[in-house]
């Protein structure tokens, strides 16, 4: 069964911390993973697409890499607009997502 | 939100009564989505449809009707709502050109 996991639940970082968020899967043919940002009373952002195992995408702070079992999404010296919460989701026959990760930037 | 509108923002049903969602898109893609959002269950596929006409069910479709007669709309309905239905519900087409999915910004219902 295709299944997304997404670690830690929430994160809490000073600004100009750097840290990463994790999106563990499994998933049987892989055709995509992507990332989203969700702003409180939104709906999901698109950020990155990857599609094999050693791709790479970046965008300002933000740069996401993937593994055949995983992918990082790297925060570089975040900033207090970071704060969302990131969701991962992985498309097989259809898009599974993760329950997201929280992440809060303070000052 | 890429294009992608959804009617009415926020509303409060009592159980039992019906209503409709509305997603509406102005790009022309083939495949619109409904999802359902709760805490701690993630987004999860209500119904879908890869073009005018055509609907499947998706991972949660219980208690859920839906319609896509306009290429450009794709419609939610809740024939007798239940408390269970409390949630956040998203739209989302597909661009195939980056094969990932747009969404709009949401319904908030809340049955009461």
């Known amino acids: 069964e295709d299944q997304v996991t997404q670690s830690p639940e929430a994160l809490r970082l000073q600004e100009g911390e750097s840290s990463s968020l994790n999106c563990s899967y499994t998933?049987?043919?892989?055709?995509?993973l992507f990332w989203y940002r969700q702003d409180p009373g939104k709906g999901p952002e698109f950020l990155f697409t990857l599609y094999s195992a050693g791709e790479e995408k970046e965008k300002e702070r933000l740069k996401a890499t993937l593994t055949k079992k995983e992918s990082f999404l790297h925060i570089t010296a975040p900033k207090p607009e970071d704060s969302a919460t990131y969701l991962c989701a992985v498309e097989g026959g259809k898009l599974i997502f993760g329950q997201g990760t929280e992440l809060s930037v303070k000052p | 939100n890429a294009g992608v509108t959804q009617t009415p923002k926020f509303r409060v049903l009592k159980t039992g009564q019906s209503m409709t969602l509305l997603c509406a898109q102005d790009?022309?893609?083939?495949?619109m989505y409904w999802y359902r959002q709760d805490p701690g269950m993630g987004l999860r596929l209500i119904h879908y449809s890869v073009g005018e006409g055509t609907t499947a069910k998706g991972e949660v479709p219980d208690g859920y009707n839906v319609s896509r007669l306009k290429k450009q709309n794709f419609l939610l309905g809740l024939e007798s709502a239940a408390p269970s239905q409390t949630s956040v519900y998203f739209c989302a087409i597909r661009d195939p050109a980056m094969e990932t999915q747009y969404f709009g910004p949401g319904t908030r219902l809340l049955v009461l």
């Open positions: 790009m022309n893609h083939e495949y």
């Open positions: 998933v049987s043919g892989l055709r995509g």
